[in-house]
């Protein structure tokens, strides 16, 4: 699990960086260069530390235990451009160039500290406990020491930033995007608080190197949901857009057992020419959107087609029975109730015994997508409201009080 987990990561960082690289090019912005460089930081940490790639590392540079060394380093880097980057989104470039330099200070103090401590200490090869590989070497516990610290110190800074212009922003993407990095940086933040009391039990000969698994998973969780929120202001807006189309196709695929209902069964002279795109073209949001448009024209030309048959009583019972609901979806019913009264009067061929009513108004806002929404409602109490049912079923005027709000027999 953990393998996928930091595979999936990897390969998620670096396709983000490979998307901001192009746009870096392009824009020349210090802020889109800072969401590049931390997103690749990012992918090699986390491809440093999946872990058959960190084994093979491990033998490949056994003299000098390189690669925990690049790790440590890439992780320190990482956190220090998220706190850029994260500078750059909240504050002008001019109120922020101060406070960048003197993190790039202090990063390049802590490289180079920690490069002389860990390479001074020289730890033994292959040994992948945190814990373990600390006891006894003042020189590699000091260089992990200073490790957690400088990661904690940065995660502290990138859940406050979060948090707090997480509230002060007016753009819901970027909103969301902090918090969820802050939601991250909280979760490395425990992983260090975990990692600096196994350092300290070390000291004290105590393996405290069990919960490893676990404590990689909050890690890397910790690091998936920081890329999701320095990245979520790109591809949220792409992200919304797919689920709305999703959600469109949806309710479109709903209206198809009402549309066979009403105009393919009853009225096949009013369906407009066929499509000739191909399945997967169908599926796209030009053609989606025409044959959206195109199955409303429909059902509201079988609708008016059917006025004539409505039954009114039916109707007014809807009414009665459903004037405790909100306006949505009161209307979609008592329009359901026309068209099964109007349907069932066709089928028989009964003359319409009165004079043709109008029929319920649809409360639209005068789009596609809130026609759409209705109609999508209208389908699906035409094929199973007990609403409709029970306007249908012709009760006395007992029955239908008795079905008002706060009656047993009110249906669900």
Same mark, same amino acid.
């Given at each position: ?16 960086? %490979?998307y901001?690289? +192009?746009?870096?090019? @392009? ?21 440093? +530390? ?5 084994? /093979? ?7 000098v235990?390189f690669?925990?060394?690049?790790? =440590? ?6 956190s220090? +451009?998220a706190?850029?980057?994260? $500078?750059?989104?909240?504050?002008t ?19 180079v500290?920690m ?14 406990s945190?814990?373990?590989? +600390? ?5 590699y !516990?000091a260089?992990? =020491? ?16 979060? /948090? ?13 995007? #902090? ?15 975990? @990692?600096?009391?196994? $350092?300290?039990?070390a000291w ?8 490893e ?21 790109s ?14 196709? !949806?309710?479109?695929r709903?209206l198809?057992?009402? /549309? ?6 009853r ?28 199955r ?8 008016? &087609?059917?006025?004539?048959?409505i039954?009114?009583?039916a109707r ?15 209307s ?6 026309? #068209? ?9 061929? !009964? ?18 997508a809130?026609?759409? &929404? ?5 389908a699906?109490?035409?094929a199973?409201s ?12 007992a029955?239908?009080? &008795? ?8 249906? %669900?």
């Open positions: 699990m953990t393998t996928a987990l930091y595979s999936l990561c990897a390969a998620g960082a670096w396709v983000a960086a %490979g901001k690289l +192009s746009a870096t090019r @392009r824009l020349r912005d210090p802020t889109v260069t800072a969401v590049c460089v931390t997103l690749a930081l990012m992918g090699m940490v986390l491809t440093a +530390s999946i872990p058959p790639l960190r084994v /093979w590392l491990d033998h490949q540079l056994a003299s235990n690669g925990v060394l690049l790790t =440590l380093v890439c992780v320190v880097a990482f220090t +451009s706190q850029v980057m994260l $500078l750059l989104w909240t504050r470039a001019e109120d922020a160039r101060g406070a960048v330099r003197n993190r790039l200070i202090a990063l390049a103090g802590v490289v500290l490069t002389a401590l860990f390479l001074a200490a020289h730890p033994g090869p292959h040994d992948h945190f814990s373990r590989g +600390s006891a006894g070497n003042l020189g !516990a260089c992990l =020491l200073i490790y957690l610290a400088a990661l904690g110190i940065a995660m502290l800074a990138i859940a406050r930033l979060g /948090w707090r212009y997480a509230r002060l922003t007016d753009r819901p993407l970027v909103a969301h995007g #902090l918090r969820l990095a802050a939601a991250g940086s909280t979760l490395v933040l425990a992983y260090c608080v975990y @990692r600096l009391g196994t $350092l300290v039990g004290f000969g105590r393996d405290t190197a069990y919960p698994t676990l404590l990689r998973l909050i890690a890397g969780s910790g690091a998936l949901l920081i890329m999701l929120g320095l990245t979520l202001p591809w949220g807006p792409r992200f919304v857009h797919g689920i709305d189309h999703l959600r469109r196709y !949806a309710r479109y709903r198809r057992s009402l /549309w066979q209902s009403i105009v393919a069964g009225h096949p002279e009013l369906v407009l020419e066929h499509s000739t795109a191909r399945a997967l073209r169908r599926f796209a949001p030009g053609e989606l959107h025409f044959r959206v448009y195109r409303i024209i429909e059902l509201s030309d079988a609708r008016l &087609a059917l006025r004539p048959y039954d009114p009583d007014e019972r809807a009414r009665l029975l459903t004037r405790h609901l909100d306006e949505q979806e009161r979609a019913i008592v329009a359901a109730t026309e #068209l099964r009264s109007a349907v069932r009067a066709e089928q028989s061929a !009964a003359p319409a015994g009165h004079e043709s009513p109008g029929t319920e108004p649809a409360p639209l806002d005068g789009d596609v809130s026609a759409l &929404a209705w109609w999508a409602r209208v699906r109490a035409y199973r007990e609403w409709v049912a029970e306007a249908l079923a012709a009760p006395t005027d029955d239908v009080y &008795a079905a008002t709000p706060g009656s047993p027999r009110r249906p %669900g």
